[in-house]
């Protein structure tokens, strides 16, 4: 289908590139100009760039003759850059009359009349600005010699530079009205185009919907595939094409790389419908598929030029589908015939539609009949086969649906039948199920009433469970307490870095003489709780309650890097509660406990020991030392180890005590928390 719609566009702008003016010495007036005055040949050409080569007067007899279409082969010391220069002659007629100068070219072109620059046109080797070339309107001043001189720039010529390229540009001059009037063709053309490919895509979906219903008939994806394909090879490739005229025409490549992909990929999927329908090696569907990936791999990999390669491939594949449907018209396979009277209805339409052609150009009759007529015919020529092909599809999908009624008549019959046998089993049932019914609920009632009390039991286990469960966290972290559920036992783990704080009420002796044995222990009872809501809040583990002291520890069984502020936190706030408690008792006029800290970081182990009893518990140098910064710690005072002082110092201020002697372990570096900084 892409090789006839290439080869009717070929046919009209050669045809179009025959009716060049190349009488050099003719008079041209209004008539002509209405007719349009194409000026393509008997140029002269000389390759460089001289500014004076645009003078009016400049003697270019020695210049080349040239067309303004030419390759390599043509002018081959092209490098790029060269200029054109050609005299006309006008009679009276001319002057004054609206001219519009109207040029397509492959590269930028800048024109100049009689030496007065006048134009520049963008090449089409860039479409984006191309699109914006509009025709220069202007009038001739005075009849006779007129000179044009022409700049052709190619920019790209040494990135592309072949033998074959072709190069060049197309000048005429017209009048306004022959403008619009082409410009309403070439549009017309281009919405013909356009709307040839949105019917591809839409028998595209409507195949595509079909295979959705029945997807057994896998021939329907194919198909769907090949019309997606097509229509946009045509809008990506044609489309662009038919946006210029027929003028523009021999400067566009329609085989780009999109185009071409999904040229060949709509190759293929005509390939394996008729494969699907006619053929049952599918071989050579293998090895055509493999070949065209190949060529596609080249053509995206290395160089667009190895296009040719995946064209070629893709019309040795419209080829095989011909012949496979050829062989199955033959040998009278069900539809083979329809599509073959669609492939002999494309070309035949083609055929004719080339005649007409060179009959309209022949006799310059293009009008919107004519146009109409041209269009009809490229319809009836590309959708010949499609259409072959779907009403073979659907004739194919009318027989499946047949078939499927037929076989649901029997299913009917069957059902009858079958219905008839169930209702005598089951007038025979029902007496036995009104028995096993009865039976049925009297046993639902016993089970409702066991499950009823099995629930009960259920309950009262469960929250049994979450008592035992929630005494245990209240003795032991969270992951200690699961790894003691889970294996009887809890491993002993080596934490590198923690922070521990010891408590401790001073002046106890003196508030127990003061006070009975239950008021002493509900004091107690009150701070430690308060404690342990602090410690909680900032989720520091507390360790245990010695006597009057309380000993927590932050780090573990989660590992934190910030500890030593956190546990410095909890101390601050420990302290504060211990402040805001004893204004409380001073206003009561009673006794009241006063506090001091010890808090020091490092290495410890931490688990559980015994079998009986379990508590968690922490060990090691590092814990002693707490205790002796606890022991040398003042009244409401917070006192700190070195070590801690060194992870927290850029958190709080400290006053540095010097280094004093504690028991067992020599002279230690000590500091007061004073404030907190961050």
Same mark, same amino acid.
């Given at each position: 289908?892409?090789?006839?719609?290439?080869?009717?566009?070929?046919?009209?702008?050669?045809?179009?590139?025959?009716?060049?003016?190349?009488?050099?010495?003719?008079?041209?007036?209004?008539?002509?100009?209405?007719? /349009?005055?194409?000026?393509?040949?008997?140029?002269?050409?000389?390759?460089?760039?001289?500014?004076?080569?645009?003078?009016?007067?400049?003697?270019?007899?020695? !210049?080349?003759?040239?067309?303004?279409?030419?390759?390599?082969?043509?002018?081959?010391?092209?490098?790029?850059?060269? !200029?054109?220069?050609?005299?006309?002659?006008?009679?009276?007629?001319?002057?004054?009359?609206?001219?519009?100068?109207?040029?397509?070219?492959?590269?930028?072109?800048?024109?100049?009349?009689?030496?007065?620059?006048?134009?520049?046109?963008?090449?089409?080797?860039?479409?984006?600005?191309? #699109?914006?070339?509009?025709?220069? $309107?202007?009038?001739?001043?005075?009849?006779?010699?007129?000179?044009?001189?022409?700049?052709?720039?190619?920019?790209?010529?040494?990135?592309?530079?072949?033998?074959?390229?072709?190069?060049?540009?197309?000048?005429? &001059?017209?009048?306004?009205?022959?403008?619009?009037?082409?410009?309403?063709?070439?549009?017309?053309? !281009?919405?013909?185009?356009?709307?040839?490919?949105?019917?591809?895509?839409?028998?595209?979906?409507?195949?595509?919907?079909?295979?959705?219903?029945?997807?057994?008939?896998?021939?329907?994806?194919?198909?769907?595939?090949?019309? #997606?394909?097509?229509?946009?090879?045509?809008?990506?490739?044609?489309?662009?094409?038919?946006?210029?005229?027929?003028?523009?025409?021999?400067?566009?490549?329609?085989?780009?790389?999109?185009?071409?992909?999904?040229?060949?990929?709509?190759?293929?999927?005509?390939?394996?419908?008729?494969?699907?329908?006619?053929?049952?090696?599918? #071989?050579?569907?293998?090895?055509?598929?493999?070949?065209?990936?190949?060529?596609?791999?080249?053509?995206?990999?290395?160089?667009?030029?190895?296009?040719?390669?995946?064209?070629?491939?893709?019309?040795?594949?419209?080829?095989?589908?011909?012949?496979?449907?050829?062989?199955?018209?033959?040998?009278?396979?069900?539809?083979?015939?329809? +599509?073959?009277?669609?492939?002999?209805?494309?070309?035949?339409?083609?055929?004719?539609?080339?005649?007409?052609?060179?009959?309209?150009?022949?006799?310059?009759?293009?009008?919107?009949?004519?146009?109409?007529?041209?269009?009809?015919? *490229?319809? &009836?020529?590309?959708?010949?086969?499609?259409?072959?092909?779907?009403?073979?599809?659907?004739?194919?999908?009318?027989?499946?649906?047949?078939? #499927?009624? =037929?076989?649901?008549?029997?299913?009917?019959?069957?059902?009858? =039948?079958?219905?008839?046998?169930?209702?005598?089993?089951?007038?025979?049932?029902?007496?036995?199920?009104?028995?096993?019914?009865?039976?049925?609920?009297?046993?639902?009632?016993?089970?409702?009433?066991?499950?009823?009390?099995?629930?009960?039991?259920?309950?009262?286990?469960?929250?049994?469970?979450?008592?035992?469960?929630?005494?245990?966290?209240?003795?032991?972290?969270?992951?200690?307490?699961?790894?003691?559920?889970?294996?009887? /036992?809890?491993?002993?783990?080596?934490?590198?870095?923690?922070?521990?704080?010891?408590?401790?009420?001073?002046?106890?002796?003196?508030?127990?003489?003061?006070?009975?044995?239950?008021?002493?222990?509900?004091?107690?009872?009150?701070?430690?709780?308060?404690?342990?809501?602090?410690?909680?809040?900032?989720?520091? /583990?507390?360790?245990?309650?010695? %006597?009057? %002291?309380?000993?927590?520890?932050? *780090?573990?069984?989660?590992?934190?890097?910030?500890?030593?502020?956190?546990?410095?936190?909890?101390?601050?706030?420990?302290?504060?509660?211990?402040?805001?408690?004893?204004? /409380?008792?001073?206003?009561?006029?009673?006794?009241?406990?006063?506090?001091?800290?010890? $808090?020091?970081?490092?290495?410890?182990?931490?688990?559980?020991?015994?079998?009986?009893?379990?508590?968690?518990?922490?060990?090691?140098?590092?814990?002693?030392?707490?205790?002796?910064?606890?022991?040398?710690?003042?009244?409401?005072?917070?006192?700190?180890?070195?070590?801690?002082?060194?992870?927290?110092?850029?958190?709080?201020?400290?006053?540095?005590?010097?280094? +004093?002697?504690?028991?067992?372990?020599?002279?230690?570096?000590?500091?007061?928390?004073?404030?907190?900084?961050?």
């Amino acid at each position: 289908m892409k090789k006839i719609i290439l080869f009717i566009i070929i046919l009209w702008a050669n045809l179009l590139c025959s009716q060049n003016n190349s009488q050099a010495t003719k008079v041209f007036t209004v008539k002509d100009l209405e007719n /349009e005055i194409k000026l393509n040949n008997d140029w002269k050409s000389q390759s460089g760039n001289t500014i004076l080569w645009k003078e009016k007067d400049f003697d270019d007899t020695n !210049w080349k003759p040239l067309t303004s279409v030419f390759s390599k082969l043509k002018a081959p010391d092209f490098n790029g850059d060269m !200029w054109f220069r050609k005299n006309i002659i006008i009679d009276s007629t001319l002057v004054n009359v609206p001219v519009a100068l109207q040029v397509f070219s492959k590269a930028e072109v800048k024109i100049y009349l009689n030496g007065t620059h006048i134009k520049n046109f963008k090449g089409l080797n860039n479409e984006v600005d191309s #699109l914006k070339n509009k025709p220069l $309107i202007f009038v001739f001043n005075k009849p006779g010699k007129n000179i044009f001189a022409l700049h052709y720039k190619d920019s790209l010529f040494n990135k592309t530079k072949t033998t074959f390229q072709t190069e060049g540009f197309k000048f005429s &001059l017209l009048s306004v009205d022959k403008y619009l009037e082409k410009s309403t063709y070439s549009n017309y053309l !281009w919405l013909a185009t356009i709307a040839i490919g949105f019917i591809f895509i839409t028998l595209g979906v409507i195949h595509l919907i079909l295979f959705g219903f029945y997807r057994k008939f896998i021939s329907n994806l194919f198909f769907a595939l090949f019309n #997606l394909c097509s229509g946009c090879s045509i809008l990506f490739g044609y489309a662009k094409l038919t946006q210029f005229g027929f003028d523009g025409m021999a400067f566009l490549n329609p085989a780009n790389s999109i185009s071409v992909t999904f040229s060949v990929i709509g190759s293929l999927a005509i390939s394996a419908t008729v494969n699907f329908l006619f053929s049952k090696s599918k #071989l050579r569907l293998i090895i055509l598929s493999i070949l065209v990936g190949f060529s596609l791999l080249l053509m995206y990999s290395f160089s667009g030029n190895f296009s040719f390669l995946a064209s070629i491939f893709t019309t040795i594949i419209l080829l095989e589908s011909i012949i496979i449907v050829l062989i199955a018209a033959l040998n009278k396979k069900p539809g083979a015939k329809i +599509i073959a009277i669609g492939l002999v209805c494309s070309f035949g339409f083609a055929l004719l539609l080339g005649m007409c052609v060179g009959i309209f150009f022949a006799t310059k009759s293009f009008n919107y009949v004519t146009i109409s007529i041209l269009i009809i015919l *490229g319809i &009836l020529s590309f959708f010949s086969i499609p259409f072959a092909m779907s009403a073979y599809l659907a004739s194919n999908f009318a027989a499946v649906s047949r078939k #499927l009624k =037929q076989q649901l008549k029997q299913v009917n019959l069957l059902s009858n =039948q079958t219905l008839k046998h169930e209702q005598e089993r089951k007038a025979l049932l029902e007496n036995k199920t009104f028995f096993l019914e009865t039976e049925v609920k009297e046993r639902t009632k016993e089970i409702e009433t066991q499950k009823q009390e099995i629930e009960k039991q259920q309950h009262a286990l469960l929250k049994e469970k979450q008592k035992s469960e929630d005494l245990l966290l209240n003795i032991l972290p969270k992951d200690v307490a699961d790894e003691l559920k889970e294996s009887g /036992e809890s491993k002993v783990k080596q934490f590198n870095s923690v922070s521990i704080l010891f408590s401790d009420f001073i002046n106890l002796d003196s508030v127990s003489q003061q006070l009975n044995s239950q008021e002493l222990l509900d004091e107690l009872n009150f701070c430690f709780q308060a404690f342990d809501h602090i410690t909680t809040k900032h989720q520091i /583990e507390k360790i245990k309650t010695i %006597s009057y %002291s309380y000993m927590a520890v932050s *780090g573990l069984p989660l590992e934190n890097e910030n500890h030593a502020k956190k546990m410095i936190e909890v101390a601050i706030e420990m302290c504060t509660f211990i402040e805001n408690y004893q204004t /409380e008792r001073k206003k009561q006029n009673k006794p009241y406990f006063e506090i001091k800290i010890g $808090i020091n970081s490092g290495e410890v182990v931490a688990g559980i020991v015994g079998i009986k009893k379990f508590a968690y518990d922490i060990w090691g140098d590092a814990v002693n030392t707490a205790a002796r910064m606890k022991a040398k710690s003042e009244n409401g005072r917070i006192n700190v180890g070195h070590t801690t002082y060194e992870l927290a110092k850029n958190y709080f201020e400290f006053t540095y005590r010097g280094e +004093i002697e504690i028991k067992g372990k020599g002279f230690a570096k000590m500091y007061f928390v004073e404030t907190k900084t961050v």
